[in-house]
């Protein structure tokens, strides 16, 4: 006998199978969470999801008996029946009684699970792509980081590395002194033998010799510019992970709390997309009627004000706001404007043009999102020619809660297959 | 008995209730000797320590150590884990592994009792009955399997890799749903083992071609040139494995495709003596590791504590709830087995004089061998039809009911009193006869000359329709098959409907 402890092998081994399922089912799951997505809660949007599909979709069929026909059957537990009892059938429901009529049958319509956030998220974002990847990977913001790596001959005398270079002069000392001083001793030995009196004329020579010999020891340089070692750095280009997603909100007496909380759906979205990308995703709320002011969440989604609209005021707080604290060199900005559509008409000029100059050239993406169901105004047309002529801005019109997240994905369809076909089209 | 004289050691094994890998080992080996003593034979054993984790996952895959990848295991993965977190489902104490080595899964989180519990009932009770039943030595090789499945897994993966995920996953869904059809009844198989797989798999490739191609060869023929008609039917007689059939004579199947077959079937088939034992596999090892515990408690090696945990543990398994109660789900095989083993060595040692009447070759006879040869030579069927005792249905109050589609109320036929007992050991042991509870198909005809069609025939018995289900098998067939698929019922009095085929006819002429 061997006792093995398996606890430390992987584990799950299931998951390759888990992933299969999901895999098989994504279309179902995807629908499953489309229609859950409008009744979700805001605030747990982040969370772990459980899902249902139809279990007829997920049934593996085997040939089987039906119902009916002459069945006999054993039961234990006889209490009152005795030989030639007639019953009534049970109900075919389910539970009590009725479970013995359909042993066969599986009850449960719906097969339900948990997927997790992670996986919620991928499917929920699936074909989904940050806006503008493409050309971010070009020009993205990159800063860098200097690290060490390795040494260098050559340098800065501050990047000296004393340690190293001491011990090339070192080497090269030994190394370039070792024949010399070997050359010494015998000439040194040959000297002790000779005698003085006899040959002064060789001694004289080889005490010279010796002297030269010592004078050349003497030479060697005890550091040289061969020796120097220096150390070396090199910029690792870092990416920045920094992401500032600002809110715009009309706040005036015409949005109606249920616009709002629809607007908020909308932001979360957009915040769990960028969060996915980014390290860091912070939010900065602006809400406005005639002025705007930068509060915090609560306030910006459930704080009433009175009055009228002027959306040039949002716009110009949030390029302040740019300009203080997001430097867009290091911070990839987005932005998504909720809005009913009301503006003082003089206004709705005035925002294209701040947009068109100011803003949308330091944005990654815009997005604005009109929520109503009456017509197009102002504000909208005059936006409308700026998404002609920006590709990082996009607009759409919400009219009730489940309209948001199809408006989503087009907002941010595959920008990859639109940038690869508009130059094609355009040559 | 050939129990050696009881010696009783002066004190328990262990006193609390966790486990270490000491204790495990101590117990193991007093357990060893004890089912020594009883004559238990067994193949050798390995424990292996998991998680509940790991559990659920060993769940999924049927208890398979190893197993190729599809969705369908996910699935069961979800559902079981799902049941479990929501406490609705308590897991298994134990998985054991018809193999050898025979593995056995102790749970880390149960307490010293649980895991000699787990050693009696797995490494010695199942142990022992799969080395020992018939069908198990005929069906399955120990020695082979984990090897077999090791070669499915890297085959199946490597055809993904070929192929395609998908296209496996396709072929394998339609394996699946003929699985239970892929075993012969009749006939003995040949045991299975990878290097026996692996050796004559590149033969098999090339010569099942070539096989296919005879069969299906569009050349005429001289002699049969003009009388078709008298062709002998091919297959010559209905094929009941339509896994095999498949495998052999699927016309344009490409042999990847038939290998996979063959895997699937050869799986379904390790587990086939599973299904058709399961009475007697589970009441076999209950009867053990309740005999063996008793016996460790006997020879002081266990505590009062320990035995009274016991013996809660093991009446929840062995609870038959009655028909009305709420938490009815058919006939606990645990209890029944359990009780029916138990019956067999009482009949054995204190017969009465009903057991003499019903009984008269075991009645006296000596309790280990009886119900040695009981666990040898029987399946779930054939044993109840055996040795299920008039004692046992009173203590049961078993009940047979006719349920005939053609009246309105169901009628009790037989209850436990005289005239009952032979009825309802009858109908309980045909409950377990895989020949009624499932129905029975068999491939009819191959439509050669013309549109290469398969027939199939469902014989029914009592009028007892084929589930809706059919419908979606018949179109897996079709899959596999290839070309049109049929599927007839012939009812009581021999007449033919057809219930499936695929394609599906166009219903619009009607």
């Known amino acids: ?427 | 008995m050939n129990l050696k004289p009881k010696k009783r050691v002066s004190s328990p094994i262990s006193t609390g209730s966790d486990w270490t890998y000491e204790l495990v080992d101590q117990y193991y080996k007093v357990i060893e000797e004890i089912a020594n003593d009883f004559g238990l034979d067994t193949y050798p054993n390995q424990l292996e320590i998991i998680s509940a984790e790991q559990m659920l996952d060993a769940y999924a895959s049927v208890g398979m150590p190893i197993g190729y990848n599809h969705w369908s295991f996910g699935k069961h993965f979800i559902k079981n884990e799902q049941s479990y977190r929501r406490g609705r489902m308590g897991l298994a104490y134990e998985i054991v592994i018809n193999s050898s080595p025979c593995i056995a899964y102790l749970m880390e989180e149960n307490n010293m009792m649980m895991q000699a519990l787990v050693i009696a009932h797995a490494c010695f009770g199942h142990n022992s009955f799969f080395k020992g039943n018939y069908l198990f030595k005929t069906w399955t090789d120990a020695e082979a399997i984990i090897d077999y499945l090791i070669f499915s897994k890297n085959y199946i993966a490597e055809c993904e890799q070929l192929y395609g995920i998908d296209e496996v996953e396709s072929v394998l869904d339609s394996c699946h749903a003929l699985m239970n059809f892929g075993v012969d009844r009749y006939k003995r198989p040949y045991p299975i083992s990878m290097r026996e797989e692996k050796r004559r798999q590149k033969e098999r490739e090339e010569y099942l071609q070539s096989q296919v191609n005879e069969l299906w060869n569009t050349i005429p023929n001289k002699s049969s040139n003009d009388e078709d008609k008298n062709q002998p039917r091919f297959p010559s007689e209905p094929q009941e494995n339509i896994l095999y059939f498949i495998e052999k004579n699927a016309p344009m199947m490409p042999v990847w495709q038939r290998e996979i077959v063959r895997i699937v079937r050869k799986t379904g088939q390790y587990f086939y003596p599973q299904r058709q034992t399961q009475v007697m596999n589970e009441g076999w090892a209950t009867f053990w590791h309740y005999t063996i515990l008793n016996e460790l408690y006997d020879r002081g090696y266990t505590t009062d504590g320990f035995m009274i945990e016991f013996l809660q543990s093991h009446t929840n398994v062995v609870t038959q709830p009655e028909f009305d109660s709420p938490y009815f789900n058919g006939i606990n095989p645990y209890a029944l087995g359990f009780n029916m083993m138990t019956d067999i060595r009482r009949i054995c040692e204190n017969p009465t004089p009903e057991d003499k009447r019903w009984f008269p070759e075991i009645a006296g006879s000596p309790w280990q061998e009886t119900l040695t040869f009981a666990m040898q030579n029987f399946k779930d069927e054939s044993f109840i039809a055996q040795y299920l005792s008039p004692k046992l249905i009173r203590e049961f109050k078993l009940f047979s009911i006719k349920d005939d589609e053609k009246e309105k109320k169901l009628e009790v036929t037989a209850i436990h009193n005289d005239s009952g007992y032979q009825e309802i050991r009858q109908n309980l042991s045909e409950q377990y006869n895989m020949s009624i509870s499932e129905p029975n198909i068999e491939i009819y005809e191959v439509n050669l000359s013309g549109d290469r069609s398969l027939t199939l025939h469902h014989t029914q018995t009592n009028n007892i329709n084929l589930a809706d289900t059919a419908s979606e098998v018949v179109k897996h067939l079709h899959q596999l098959w290839g070309f049109p698929v049929k599927l007839m019922s012939i009812d009581d009095k021999g007449k033919q409907s057809e219930t499936a085929s695929s394609p599906a006819k166009d219903k619009t002429k009607i």
């Open chain 1, 1 to 427: 006998m061997q006792i093995i402890d398996r606890r430390l092998n992987q584990k799950n081994k299931s998951t390759v199978n888990r992933q299969r399922f999901i895999r098989r089912y994504r279309s179902q799951i995807k629908k499953a969470i489309a229609d859950r997505i409008s009744q979700r809660s805001v605030t747990d949007i982040d969370k772990s999801e459980s899902i249902s599909i139809p279990s007829k979709d997920i049934s593996e069929p085997t040939f089987r008996h039906g119902s009916g026909g002459k069945k006999q059957r054993v039961y234990p537990g006889n209490k009152e029946f005795s030989t030639g009892d007639k019953i009534d059938r049970p109900p075919p429901q389910r539970g009590g009684n009725g479970r013995k009529a359909s042993d066969n049958g599986e009850g449960d319509d719906e097969f339900s699970f948990q997927i997790s956030s992670e996986e919620y998220m991928d499917i929920l974002f699936e074909d989904l792509e940050l806006p503008n990847l493409k050309r971010n990977k070009l020009k993205k913001l990159v800063n860098y980081k200097t690290i060490r790596s390795g040494f260098n001959t050559d340098g800065n005398p501050s990047n000296i590395d004393i340690i190293r270079s001491l011990k090339g002069s070192m080497a090269r000392r030994i190394a370039i002194q070792l024949p010399l001083k070997r050359k010494l001793k015998k000439l040194q030995a040959e000297l002790a033998l000779v005698d003085k009196e006899k040959d002064p004329q060789h001694e004289l020579e080889l005490v010279e010799t010796i002297e030269a010999i010592k004078k050349r020891i003497k030479r060697i340089p005890y550091i040289d510019t061969f020796d120097l070692r220096y150390k070396n750095f090199t910029k690792l280009p870092q990416p920045t992970t920094n992401a500032v997603m600002f809110c715009l909100m009309d706040v005036s007496g015409s949005m109606d709390q249920q616009t709002k909380e629809m607007a908020k759906r909308f932001y979360i979205l957009l915040y769990l997309f960028l969060k996915r990308s980014y390290k860091d995703v912070e939010v900065v709320y602006i809400r406005h009627h005639t002025q705007a002011k930068e509060v915090d969440e609560n306030e910006f989604f459930y704080s009433q004000e009175t009055g009228g609209t002027i959306v040039s005021s949002a716009l110009k707080l949030m390029q302040e706001i740019v300009q203080a604290r997001y430097n867009p060199t290091d911070w990839n900005i987005y932005a998504a404007q909720a809005s009913d559509g009301d503006n003082w008409n003089d206004d709705s000029n005035y925002c294209h043009k701040l947009l068109d100059t100011n803003l949308l050239p330091l944005v990654r993406h815009y997005t604005y999102v009109e929520i109503t169901d009456r017509e197009p105004q102002n504000l909208w047309h005059e936006y409308q020619r700026l998404a002609d002529v920006h590709q990082n801005f996009a607009m759409q019109k919400i009219t009730q809660q489940n309209d948001i997240y199809p408006v989503f994905r087009e907002f941010f369809k595959k920008q990859s297959i639109i940038n690869q076909l508009s130059p094609r089209a355009k040559g």
